[in-house]
């Protein structure tokens, strides 16, 4: 075989959302901190062939993301990683992190020690600290320290030729979101809803940000509403969450990145103080527990620490590769598979 790229990745699940790890075969990503590698991923032509060599068929799905897992910048860091997506690279993910240490631990990368193992990782957005409960060779859970969360306006009203107005928290929980209470686009979270909330949520992503500009007050890396995560209450208090996800799919997981935005927000309106625990449901039916840790500031506003609590399962291991006269190295995506947004990969 004659190929001119070889990338080894370990297939992880969190909660149903899969997060592969690219373990082996990773180029040098060019950029002095994390930020900065994945601000060339977004916007180097390199950067962006990797990404649709991931991530487009025939080598990629529309389901899930790949990380790329670094060197560490931090001195306090075991490993870095950026969370490659069919759009763009992204800055940060809570499901994303549970799979990335387990696959630190479980692939033997970080060694694992028992009953707990401390994993940080550094993101685009900052360290997240990692504490795993390991048995018999397993992580079994992890607990996620995330970075500080920050609401960036409540109740923003969004005119829509579908809704009339819908009102959206826009948020930072590691990347920015727009929260929307589902009831306003007259549909529930449930999974025969799925194609309905995803179509909804790319709608209203296109609105809001041709419509409201935002940029991260530390890293201008970070910018835009990357996501709109839909939201409800169920009868035993959980949240149930949808996060709807370019170019037109559902997270699988609860959300962690969502759900610590989600936190800043309940917060803001005095609904969460210190000390407390909240459980947030997917559109599967699985569970984070979320929790608040502290009470912080970013660039002078108010903001909180998350903590995002959840599972990684591996499922496989494999190997992409690339033969040089592929006509298609530069991958694809069809709407019958990627939905109508898939014109535009």
Known sequence: MRWKRTIQLLDVHCEGEIGRVAIGGVPKIPGETVAAQLHWLNTDPKGTELRRFLCLEPRGAPIGSVNLL?????????????????????????????????????????????????????????????????????CEKVRLTMVPAFVHQLDIEIETPHWGKVKADICYGGIFYALIDVRQINLTIEKANAAGLVQAGMILKEIINRDIPVVHPEIPAISGVAYVMFRDSEPDGAVRTC????????????????????????????????????????????????????????????????????????FGLSQVALDPFDPHSGGFALTDVWGPQAGEI
């Open 70 to 138: 670094l060197p560490a910048k931090h001195p306090d860091a075991d490993a870095a990683f950026v969370i490659l997506q069919p759009d763009q690279a992204h800055a940060s993910s809570g499901s994303n992190s549970i799979c990335v240490t387990t696959a630190l631990l479980e692939s033997g990368i970080v060694e694992m020690k028992e009953p707990e193992t401390v994993v940080t990782l550094e993101t685009a957005a900052g360290l997240v600290k990692a504490v795993a409960t390991c048995r018999d060779g397993r």
């Open 243 to 314: 996060t709807t996800m370019w170019p037109g799919r559902a997270d699988r997981s609860p959300c962690g990145t969502g759900s610590s935005a989600n936190l800043a927000a309940l917060h803001a309106r005095g609904k969460a103080k210190a000390g407390d625990i909240f459980k947030s449901r997917s559109i599967i039916g699985s569970e984070f527990e979320v929790g608040l840790q502290a009470i912080t500031e970013v660039a002078g506003r108010p903001a909180i620490i998350p903590t995002i609590t959840g599972r990684g399962f591996t």
